[in-house]
């Protein structure tokens, strides 16, 4: 399997849970723990500018399905 179908794989993981579950991965469970850390990986890639043009834009997608399940506290 090559980076890329790696990189897919894993993207077509996290945009499906977020859709089945209606929010994003959890810190605080380890099964979903594998997401969460390729999730905010793949956020520091795209603010430093250091992440292919072809997987920024599909990353973007991802990060607007990720803010409508974004956590407000109690304050906000």
């Given at each position: 399997?090559?980076?890329d179908e790696r990189w897919q794989q894993q993207y077509d993981q996290v945009m499906e849970f977020m859709n089945i579950n209606q929010r994003?991965?959890?810190k605080h469970r380890i099964e979903e723990?594998?997401?969460l850390n390729w999730l905010k990986h793949n956020?520091?890639?795209a603010a430093n500018g250091k992440m292919p043009l072809q997987r920024h834009e599909k990353f973007m997608e991802l990060m607007e399905v990720a803010d409508k399940y974004k956590r407000l506290n109690q304050y906000g």
């Open positions: 399997m090559t980076h994003r991965p959890s723990h594998l997401m956020k520091k890639l």
